[in-house]
C-alpha cells in the first residue's frame, strides 16, 4: 500500500508530559484512507490533523454505521517504540466490519497504516512512566443517504493521543456499580462489535454511576439480567478460590478483548487455573460474602489492569481485597506492562516494532 504523506506547516506545541489526562490531547497528523465500491479500498494518506468534511446526510450520522479499535505504542527506550499485537486489532475491526457491513480492511494496510503514522508522529510518545500514545482507528461510512442501507462509501481513518492513565485512580482500585435497570447488549446484537452504539446505549448508566461515586458500571446479561457481562470499557475477571473465572464469549455479548486474551494466556503460562464461563451475579455476590472472591479486575487497552476494590450490587457496597489491590493482579499488571513497554522478554512475541 503506497501512503501519500502531507506534513504540518503548523505543529502543535508540547502537551503538559506530566499531565496529559486521557484523550484530550491530538497529535499532528491523521491517516486517512477511502472505500468505494466496486473500487475497493484507496488513496491512503498521511495528512495534517483537523475536522473532517461530511455530507450532512453521511449514513454514519444518522443510522451509527462505524466501528473503531483501542491500541497503544509504547516507549521501550533508545528511541525504540512497540506496538502491543496490533494484527489481533486488525482481525477484531474486520469482525466488528461483519456485523455491520462495513468492507473488510486488509490486515496488512491496517498494521501498516498504524506504523506509519506512528513514525511520522513519533516524537508525541511520551516517555514518562505508565504513559503511552493512544491510537484511534475508525471506519465511517460517509456515504450520503437518508435511507438505511448498506454503504458504498466508507472512510478509515486513524488519529493519535498521548496519555496517561485511563482512570484517575490510575493502578489504585476503582469502584464499579452493578447495573440492574439498563442493559447493554443481547444475544445477536451487536455486543461483541466494538461499534459506537453498544457506548452510546450504555452513557445512561454511566452518568447515574458517576453521580454515586462510582467509576463505572458492572452490565448484566440483557435476558435475564442475572449473569454478568463486562464492565463498560473493560472485561472482567474474578479469582474465586484459586481460579480466575471470566465471561465466556459464547454469548456474543461482550466484546473479545485482545487485553482479555493476553491476560488469560499469561495465566496459563503460570499454571493458574483459568475458566471462561457464565457467572452469575448471585454466585459472585456469595464468593464475596464468603471470603472466596480473593480478587477482582478488569482489563482493557486504555486502563490495562484495573483492580476492583468496591462493588455495588443493588444497593450494597462490598468491599473487595480490602480495597487494595490483590498480589496476582499487581503480578498481571507488572508482567504484562514489563512486555509492553520492553521492560522484559517477549517470550510471547506480541510486539511488534515501529
Not at 513519533?122 to 512512566?129: A, E
Not at 452504539?197 to 442475572?226: C, F, H, I, P, T
Not at 465466556?248 to 503460562?269: A, C, M, N, Y
Request: hydrophobic share 40%.
Amino acid at each position: 500500500m503506497e501512503i501519500k504523506k502531507t506534513l504540518t506547516a503548523n505543529p502543535k506545541p508540547e502537551p503538559n508530559w506530566q499531565n496529559l489526562g486521557f484523550g484530550s490531547v491530538l497529535t499532528d497528523h491523521m491517516f486517512i484512507m477511502d472505500y468505494t465500491d466496486g473500487v475497493g479500498w484507496h488513496d491512503g494518506r498521511i495528512v495534517p490533523y483537523g475536522p473532517l468534511s461530511l455530507d450532512p446526510a453521511a449514513i454514519v450520522l444518522h443510522y451509527g454505521v462505524e466501528v473503531f479499535e483501542g491500541m497503544k505504542a509504547y516507549y521501550a527506550g533508545e528511541d525504540k517504540i512497540l506496538l502491543f499485537r496490533p494484527e489481533a486489532n486488525a482481525k477484531r475491526i474486520n469482525n466488528s466490519s461483519k456485523r455491520l457491513c462495513i468492507p473488510e480492511l486488509p490486515e496488512e494496510y491496517f498494521v501498516q497504516a498504524v506504523k506509519e503514522l506512528v513514525s511520522v508522529d513519533i516524537c508525541w510518545v511520551p516517555k514518562l512512566p505508565d504513559t503511552s500514545l493512544y491510537i484511534r482507528p475508525f471506519i465511517i461510512a460517509t456515504e450520503p443517504q437518508l435511507g438505511v442501507k448498506r454503504a458504498d462509501v466508507y472512510q478509515f481513518i486513524i488519529i493519535l493521543s498521548p496519555v496517561g492513565a485511563y482512570y484517575a485512580e490510575g493502578l489504585n482500585p476503582v469502584k464499579i456499580y452493578v447495573e440492574d435497570e439498563y442493559v447493554r447488549s443481547v444475544r445477536g446484537g451487536t455486543g461483541f462489535a466494538k461499534c459506537g452504539g453498544n457506548y452510546a446505549s450504555g452513557l445512561a448508566a454511566q452518568y447515574k454511576a458517576k453521580q454515586l461515586g462510582y467509576s463505572q458500571v458492572m452490565w448484566l446479561d440483557g435476558a435475564e439480567r442475572k449473569y454478568i457481562d463486562e464492565v463498560g470499557t473493560m472485561n472482567v475477571m474474578f479469582k474465586i478460590n484459586g481460579q480466575v473465572i471470566t465471561p465466556e464469549l459464547e454469548t456474543g455479548t461482550i466484546l473479545p478483548g485482545v487485553t482479555r486474551d493476553s491476560v488469560l494466556k499469561l495465566l496459563q503460562s503460570w499454571n493458574i487455573p483459568t475458566c471462561e464461563r457464565r457467572i452469575t451475579l448471585e454466585e459472585l455476590h456469595k464468593a464475596a460474602k464468603d471470603g472466596s472472591l480473593e480478587e477482582a479486575f478488569g482489563t482493557g487497552t486504555a486502563a490495562v489492569i484495573s483492580p476492583i476494590g468496591e462493588l455495588n450490587i443493588h444497593g450494597e457496597k462490598i468491599n473487595l481485597s480490602n480495597g487494595q489491590i490483590g498480589p496476582l493482579t499487581q503480578k498481571i499488571y507488572d508482567s504484562l506492562t514489563d512486555i509492553q513497554w520492553g521492560r522484559a522478554a517477549d517470550t510471547f512475541n506480541w510486539t511488534v516494532q515501529v
